[in-house]
């Protein structure tokens, strides 16, 4: 097999790592996911979130998009779940086992998912339908900066003014009158 695969391509034994990784890293990222909906306890369900945002930064370097890699690890990791585990913590939310958290919620749960799943596959389908990505060179640093920062500045700001409501919901909510 291998000697097949080196008659084909003289790089073929970095594909098969870079697909055998993939495979690893993505089955992490499936069983950490299920924890993340299906655990109890709320920081460890942060803490596997956590789990699945790093795998999705390794995904990136496979990919051989280390800023977005970084970025990835920087904000989400960094910022957003530290913004979450604040935001448990500062609404006195249960930090042991919810038993109200049980079989009665999962059917409405599971038709949320099924329909979120449904709405965002449509709108991928309707915005590329068969349309593909061909990328002749590597995306440059500078130029994923001057994307982010010319055509996507409002979405951009419109997620931190977000994440900053939910901070200060975070700390009116749990603040004693």
Not at 61 to 88: D, N, P, R, S, W
Not at 89 to 115: F, I, Q, Y
């Amino acid at each position: 097999m291998t000697a097949l695969l080196a008659a084909i391509s003289p790089d073929a034994d970095i594909y098969v790592a870079q697909n055998v990784f993939f495979g690893l890293i993505a089955v992490v990222m499936l069983y950490s996911a299920y924890r993340v909906v299906t655990t109890i306890n709320i920081v460890h369900a942060a803490l596997w979130l956590v789990l699945v945002l790093a795998g999705v930064a390794a995904q990136f370097i496979l990919l051989g998009a280390e800023f977005v890699a970084v970025t990835q690890v920087l904000v989400y990791i960094g910022a957003v779940v530290v913004l979450f585990l604040f935001g448990i913590m500062l609404t006195r939310a249960s930090l042991g086992d919810d038993e109200t958290v049980r079989e009665e919620k999962h059917a409405m749960a599971a038709v949320v998912g099924v329909l979120l799943f449904s709405v965002m596959a449509l709108a991928l389908i309707d915005t590329w339908g068969d349309d593909r990505i061909v990328i002749d060179e590597p995306q440059r640093v500078q130029e994923v900066s001057d994307a982010i920062f010319s055509r996507y500045i409002i979405p951009f700001e419109a997620v931190s003014v977000l994440l900053l409501a939910a901070l200060i919901g975070a700390i009116v909510v749990a603040r004693k009158d």
